[in-house]
């Protein structure tokens, strides 16, 4: 790669790499070290094909949809199963304040608990903010079934958050 190709990816991978991480450590149900080796895995791929990436309309979804197939690759793996301990590391958020800790590990732990597809739907569509099409471009699927996904995710994340606001 030249040396102003390999500033420009550098620029890029530098600037949008906590974005990165929040996205896969959603992903990935606030395992922290899964996440890292999502975007890990990103990346390095992100590096092999720049020129492509580079050349895109919209690089941003370009890479997003390079996360999201890194996950879902990996949960294909059999040892993505494997739990070596219940201790999940929180990363701490851009402020202190309790209840956001509060609301973020509840939002966190309900995310954990929903199937990887639905996941995957709710962290494209409102916190990565993609629209509907590219999160169907990127799970490989159709929009209908992005929304049915959306519906049915946001309804079980409600239920959840209610429970845990209960106790």
């Given amino acids: 790669m030249r040396a102003d190709t390999q500033a420009a990816y550098v620029d890029y991978v530098s600037a949008r790499l906590p974005a990165l991480h929040r996205a896969a450590y959603l992903l990935c149900g606030g395992d922290a070290h899964r996440a890292d080796d999502i975007v890990q895995t990103t990346i390095t791929r992100l590096y092999q094909h720049w020129k492509r990436a580079a050349r895109s309309d919209n690089i941003d979804a370009y890479v997003h949809r390079m996360l999201v197939h890194a996950f879902v690759d990996e949960r294909r793996l059999t040892w993505s199963r494997v739990r070596l301990t219940d201790w999940v590391d929180e990363r701490p958020g851009d402020t202190a304040a309790h209840e956001?800790?509060?609301?973020?590990?509840?939002?966190?732990?309900?995310?954990?608990?929903?199937?990887?597809?639905?996941?995957?739907?709710?962290?494209?569509?409102?916190?990565?903010?993609?629209?509907?099409?590219?999160?169907?471009?990127?799970?490989?699927?159709?929009?209908?079934?992005?929304?049915?996904?959306?519906?049915?995710?946001?309804?079980?994340?409600?239920?959840?958050?209610?429970?845990?606001?209960?106790?």
Avoid: N
């Fill in 100 to 167: 956001q800790v509060d609301d973020r590990s509840s939002l966190v732990a309900a995310l954990r608990r929903l199937p990887p597809r639905q996941r995957a739907v709710l962290v494209m569509r409102f916190l990565l903010d993609r629209p509907v099409e590219e999160v169907a471009d990127a799970l490989r699927c159709s929009v209908g079934t992005v929304e049915s996904q959306s519906s049915r995710g946001l309804d079980a994340l409600r239920g959840m958050l209610a429970k845990i606001e209960e106790h």
